[in-house]
């Protein structure tokens, strides 16, 4: 509070409401003007007031002058008595401390703001400025709360939408390029499978003296043999797993094509164990297993047992139109007898009689069995193609099987014998 005699100025100053609001509340009267004016005041680095409580406390002290000076109206003038001063506020800085408040009070000069009862109207008037100040910030609170709340909840919304967007674009992206390398992958090693076939059964041919013809050695791996059945499982892959699994098959195709072309080199005796066998048995993780192995170049079965040639027999495999399919196969069903019934009409090239079979072993869906061939003299290398048998030859001796895996009675006995549910066929 400053007092001025000259003028007759009564000032009401309240400084630093919050921190960064330099304010002041002047209610002041000259000589010049009989009536009293207030009004609001800011220094330069004030700033508008930021938050209800600020305002608040503006209404609240307005609002303490004004009482009193309410009261002071409806009580009698006692001038050898003056009231006590009103509290004072402080304006010293937070955590400043010393003898200022009384300096700085709202109002010391009583008397003087008594001796004009106008002076109370401008302070309702004060007082209906900073309720007014009041309402406006609690708008505009609430106004800028449901505004940063609605924000708020949008960039979350905005944020689980894109997070979960983005995890689907990025898995269907990387499922579509799996997919295409995987094709590709399949692509290139059929393709190379039947190059690779083709230029090693070109080049490796065996002469028939019986009709003067050559035929390809590796023909089960040719389009009557498993090359057919490679393509159509490639046409039909459509995910990637569908072409990962072409692409294992693919794989073990041109492994053991290669197996049959060591073992076409291997001058190793038919009855001992050869190195293709082995790893045949190795590559398939089958060395803890009796295994039927089949050499279609040597027309040979050789069989072992945890890694050790047990025994060792010539067979005849399917014909060239019919050939034995390579692979690695299980045994699907054993039958001792059975007879065997053509499953092409009777005038086909293909039909036989109703046969007696003592010993077979089914290892492949669509009649591809080991079983006794009765009917045959001869087995071993060149019966697989057109030949003349040494016990007569007929019109089913005469050529190879028709997929089957032919062994003499003795033979397949003791295979029956020394096989079970559980021995694997390999075909090379």
Known sequence: MNQNPANEDATIRLERIPRDLDATIRLERGPRDPDATIRLERGPGATELRSARSAARLYRRTAQ????????????????????????????????????????????????????PGHRGLLYFGCAIGLVLLLLLLLSGAIRSGANRGAQHQNRQAGTQLHRQVPYAIDADSLARQEELAQREATYLIQQFHREVAAWGNAHQYHDAYNGRDYALDNGYMKDGIGTSLDEDFAN???????????DEADNALFNLDMLEADFADQTPYNLAHASDLRMLDHYQLQRKRVMLISLVEQVMRVY????????????????????????????????????????????????????????????????????AP???????????????????????FDGSHGCINLSEDAAAWVYKHTDWNTAIVIY
């Open 65 to 116: 002058v004004a009482r009193a000076a309410a009261r002071d109206a409806t009580q009698p003038e006692a001038p050898s008595e003056p009231p006590s001063p009103l509290p004072t506020a402080d304006t010293r800085p937070r955590g400043e401390s010393g003898g200022q408040q009384e300096k700085q009070s709202l109002l010391t000069d009583w008397r003087r703001l008594r001796r004009h």
């Open 237 to 247: 892959a459509q995910t990637s797993a569908d072409f990962a699994s072409v692409i």
């Open 305 to 372: 047992q945890n890694g050790k040639l047990l025994r060792a027999f010539y067979v005849t495999t399917g014909r060239q139109e019919l050939p034995s399919p390579p692979g690695i196969w299980s045994v699907q069903t054993r039958q001792s007898p059975v007879i065997f019934k053509a499953a092409d009409p009777k005038g086909s090239p293909y039909w036989f009689p109703d046969t007696l079979i003592q010993y077979a072993i089914l290892y492949h869906w669509g009649g591809y069995f080991i079983h006794d």
């Open 375 to 397: 009917w045959r003299a001869d087995f071993g290398p060149g019966t697989q193609f057109p030949h003349h048998d040494a016990g007569g030859t007929t019109a089913y001796n």
